[in-house]
T-cell receptor, first 112, second 115 residues
Framework: AAGVIQSPRHLIKEKRETATLKCYPIPRHDTVYWYQQGPGQDPQFLISFYEKMQSDKGSIPDRFSAQQFSDYHSELNMSSLELGDSALYFCASSLEEGPGAFFGQGTRLTVV | AQSVTQPDIHITVSEGASLELRCNYS??????LFWYVQSPGQGLQLLLKYFSGDTLVQGIKGFEAEFKRSQSSFNLRKPSVHWSDAAEYFC?????????????FGGGTRVLVKP
């Protein structure tokens, strides 16, 4: 069965650079979530989109932005990267009935 | 505000022994409850979820969980642990029928399996 696809799987950036993470949800899923998991931490919710509209917002820095496109894929744009942004970034998708989300494998971002 | 507590940070269990991971949640309404497993450096895999109905939920890899409303708990169990079950386990809660709303995760329980 198709799963949530995230790209790239690994990304190394320098401080103050920008990064774009992509997420392709499970086919027919209309809701996308982004989570950030720091080393040894539990996943923290960043932002979500339902039918291409932002539906909820968590602890997402102002330096980050995201959107969901007409084909339901989503991109997380991160600017002015800081060392503390190094983390595993998960995308998850679900149908509108609820938050029962299926997660991608994550993108490991390392800021040096 | 919703919250999830996993009281055990680490659990060590012998291979073949039973395993129970505790999860307590705080939520003002009927929650969706989930258990995820994460192997080192890997993504989150959904083990099982509870929305309504039978309070004993069967999941993948031989796991089951029981929802107890009176105790606000959703403990995960496995009768006989395999070495491949060594991983971190996260309990999560989400709002009922609320599209696009977030999951709140517990702090996780790391399971070590002794041979």
């Amino acid at each position: 069965a198709a799963g949530v696809i995230q790209s790239p799987r690994h990304l190394i950036k320098e401080k103050r650079e920008t990064a774009t993470l992509k997420c392709y949800p499970i086919p027919r899923h209309d809701t996308v979530y982004w989570y950030q998991q720091g080393p040894g931490q539990d996943p923290q919710f960043l932002i979500s989109f339902y039918e291409k509209m932002q539906s909820d917002k968590g602890s997402i820095p102002d330096r980050f932005s995201a959107q969901q496109f007409s084909d339901y894929h989503s991109e997380l744009n991160m600017s002015s990267l800081e060392l503390g942004d190094s983390a595993l970034y998960f995308c998850a998708s679900s149908l509108e009935e609820g938050p029962g989300a299926f997660f991608g494998q994550g993108t490991r971002l390392t800021v040096v | 505000a919703q919250s999830v507590t996993q009281p055990d940070i680490h659990i060590t269990v012998s291979e073949g022994a039973s395993l129970e991971l505790r999860c307590n949640y705080s939520y003002g309404a009927t929650p969706y409850l989930f258990w995820y497993v994460q192997s080192p450096g890997q993504g989150l895999q959904l083990l099982l979820k509870y929305f309504s109905g039978d309070t004993l939920v069967q999941g993948i890899k031989g796991f089951e969980a029981e929802f107890k409303r009176s105790q606000s708990s959703f403990n995960l169990r496995k009768p006989s642990v395999h070495w491949s079950d060594a991983a971190e386990y996260f309990c999560a809660v989400g709002p009922f029928k609320a599209a696009g709303n977030k999951l709140t995760f517990g702090g996780g329980t790391r399971v070590l399996v002794k041979p």
